[in-house]
Each structure stands twice: as C-alpha cells, then as structure tokens.
T-cell receptor, first 114, second 117 residues
Framework: GENVEQHPSTLSVQEGDSAVIKCTYS??????FPWYKQELGKGPQLIID?????GEKKDQRIAVTLNKTAKHFSLHITETQPEDSAVYFC?????????????FGRGTSLIVHP | GAGVSQTPSNKVTEKGKYVELRCDPI?????LYWYRQSLGQGPEFLIY????????DSGLPNDRFFAVRPEGSVSTLKIQRTERGDSAVYLC???????????????FGEGSRLTVL
C-alpha cells in the first residue's frame, strides 16, 4: 500500500518567516495530495490540495508544489502568523471509481513565535 | 451548518470491555470514513463506507473491530474485548459526492478519545 513520509516532525519559526514542510510518497498511482491542519482537540481540516495534473497551486499565503517524477510534494507557508501554529498533515490518495482513501504522513508540529 | 458529530467525546473503559463509538456525518454526505490517531501520529485508515456498504475495510486491525452504517447515515464503530493498545482518538470523516464522483476532501469530526485501562 501507499506509504507517506513527512519532514520535519517539528518546525519552529519566527512570526513573518516562511515555513516549508516536505512529504514523499511511494505509490506512483497516487493522484490526489491534500494538506490538513489540525488544532489541539479538533479534527483535521483541509487547507489546500493538489492533483497530479498540476505542478503548483497557491492560495493566499499557502502554496503546494508537486514533483511526480521524484514522488514528493511540499507545503509552503509565507508570512507566518501565530495562528498558523498547529499540526500539519500531508496525505496521498488514489482516486478510484471517483472515491479517495487518503494515507496520511505522521504530521509536522509548526510553532510560530510572536 | 452542522459538521460531523462524534459521541462520546471521551470514553474510559477497562480492558476486555465492549465499546461503541458513534458518528453523525454531514447531512447528504454519502462517503464515511473511520480513522484512528495515536499520540504524535497521523490518522490511520480503518474503514470506508459508500452509502450503507463497507467499500473498503482493509484498515481494520483485527476481528475485534467492526463498523456498521445501516441506513447510509449514522455509523457505529464497535470494538470487542478492548485492549490497552486500542487507546487512541477515533476520527470519523464524511465526504460529499459530486456529479463526477468525490472531490477527495474529508470533513472530520473532533474525534472520540478512547482510553483502555
């Protein structure tokens, strides 16, 4: 099955700095790559996603890049703010019959210091 | 609108007991997922429903775990003869179906924290 590796496990930055989280996946058939943000005591919430026919996608301060050849994808957060502090999970999934079952990475705890 | 609702939010039980965890998905969402999240880990897939049927139960760790969704809405995860290793947060998620299938986005509940003493 799919295996997703995520690095780093912890990332500490100063407010206003950029943060980058990297993931690799094993199954070349994966074609959908979502990123979720989880705050303490809450369930994960989708913040951005990318599909295999696109190399980059941006939404305000966050962007994702995908390199299908190398089987890795990254999350970039610019101008970080204290409210960005949370655990971030990458995931990879194969769309089959219109449905998806994402495999998640182990998470990155992002701490933004004011 | 209402999100995914999970009950109980916390459950403490003794080793060997039976436990049921309930999930109320977002109204109209046909896909429903159960994941398990241990401390410091990412969500681990357990089972996926499309409508009433389990389309994929390959993540259930053993036959002590079972899930149902009899009317295609509410789902119950059932754990028999609980073990200390079952302690985790059990997350439920639902997903809407579009004209071409599913978007892939999962809407998660806040989870049920299970502690087995």
């Amino acid at each position: 099955g799919e295996n997703v590796e995520q690095h780093p496990s912890t990332l500490s930055v100063q407010e206003g700095d950029s943060a980058v989280i990297k993931c690799t996946y094993s199954d070349s058939a994966s074609n959908y790559f979502p990123w979720y943000k989880q705050e303490l005591g809450k369930g994960p919430q989708l913040i951005i996603d990318i599909r295999s026919n696109v190399g980059e996608k941006k939404d305000q301060r966050i962007a994702v890049t995908l390199n299908k050849t190398a089987k890795h994808f990254s999350l970039h957060i610019t101008e970080t703010q204290p409210e960005d502090s949370a655990v971030y999970f990458c995931a990879a999934s194969i769309g089959r019959g219109g449905s998806y079952i994402p495999t998640f990475g182990r998470g990155t705890s992002l701490i933004v210091h004011p | 609108g209402a999100g995914v609702s999970q009950t109980p939010s916390n459950k403490v039980t003794e080793k060997g007991k039976y436990v049921e965890l309930r999930c109320d998905p977002i109204s109209g969402h046909t896909a429903l997922y159960w994941y398990r999240q241990s401390l410091g880990q990412g969500p681990e897939f357990l089972i996926y429903f499309q409508g009433t049927g389990a389309a994929d139960d390959s993540g259930l760790p053993n036959d002590r775990f079972f899930a149902v969704r009899p009317e295609g809405s509410v789902s119950t995860l059932k754990i028999q003869r609980t073990e200390r290793g079952d302690s985790a947060v059990y997350l439920c998620a639902s997903s809407p179906q579009t004209g071409t299938g599913y978007t892939g986005e999962l809407f998660f509940g806040e989870g049920s924290r299970l502690t087995v003493l």
